[in-house]
């Protein structure tokens, strides 16, 4: 994952959220995956309908659904945009946004290492969005 681009840095309950997400693949993918991209509560404020603090999502094949993961040539830099829609009922706070990737129908997350430690992650923290008070 090399980055994003964001036009908001807070944003109303009710607010849609566009993000440009730029994944590159270091090799050749055999699997097509599926892009999930999370607005997870910092304060780990339960969201009734997730049971968790997870308050929107998105997840599709990259693109759309135009341009699956096994079509991406290594090296080639993918811009994916991705709209998340806050709910009218998130609350005010701040809120981390996470990408990553998984196949369907199994729900197997691609891993990494990450930052030399020799851990595993199937999440990308890629930044932070401010939900104000209506």
């Not at 693109?63 to 699956?68: N, S």
């Not at 040539?73 to 829609?85: F, K």
Request: with cysteine; hydrophobic share 40%; net charge negative.
């Amino acid at each position: 994952f090399l980055g994003y681009d964001t036009g908001a840095t807070t944003a109303a309950p009710g607010a849609s959220l566009a993000h440009n997400l730029y994944p590159q693949s270091l090799a050749k993918v055999a699997r097509d995956y599926v892009l999930f991209v999370h607005l997870i509560h910092e304060g780990e404020v339960v969201n009734p309908a997730s049971g968790t603090a997870l308050w929107a999502q998105d997840d599709s094949e990259p693109c759309r659904g135009f341009y699956p993961t096994s079509r991406w040539d290594p090296g080639e830099i993918i811009r994916d945009t991705v709209t998340l829609q806050v709910p009218f009922e998130a609350p005010a706070g701040r809120y981390r946004l996470q990408m990553g990737f998984y196949t369907w129908p199994d729900f197997q997350h691609l891993t990494t290492s990450a930052g030399g430690t020799g851990s595993s992650e199937v999440a990308f923290a890629f930044g932070t969005i401010d939900i104000t008070a209506e």
